[in-house]
């Protein structure tokens, strides 16, 4: 069974810095891209990060710069560490894990909670 759990949120202050980690069980870590995405109040799902099993990283042009994505070395679990928070980046973190071969296998995690105070 496949478990996608995410975990780290929480509430801090503008200019603060998190870590959001993402533990995925019950797939084979190399064949799938783990994907950072996050969705605020009233707005769609928006792209954050993503990592491929080689480790290669890509972000939106308007994710670069205070986010970073990495995993550890058994690479079933990866961070998304944001630095320089500010009220905007509030939103509930999802974790997806993306099949590289298959569009349609993807398995996602329930989310974690970020709130940005000013």
């Known amino acids: 069974q496949v478990r996608i759990v995410e975990s780290g949120g929480g509430l801090v202050q503008t200019g603060a810095s998190l870590r959001v980690s993402c533990t995925a069980s019950g797939l084979s870590s190399g064949a799938y891209r783990m994907e950072w995405y996050r969705q605020a109040p009233g707005k769609e799902r928006e792209k954050v990060a993503s990592?491929?099993?080689?480790?290669?990283?890509e972000y939106p042009n308007s994710m670069k710069g205070r986010f970073t994505i990495s995993r550890d070395n058994t690479k079933t679990t990866v961070y998304l560490t944001m630095n320089n928070l500010v009220p905007e980046d509030t939103a509930i973190y999802y974790c997806k894990a993306q099949h590289t071969l298959s569009s349609r296998t993807h398995y996602w995690g329930q989310g974690t909670q970020v709130t940005v105070s000013p």
């Open positions: 990592i491929t099993p080689g480790g290669y990283t």
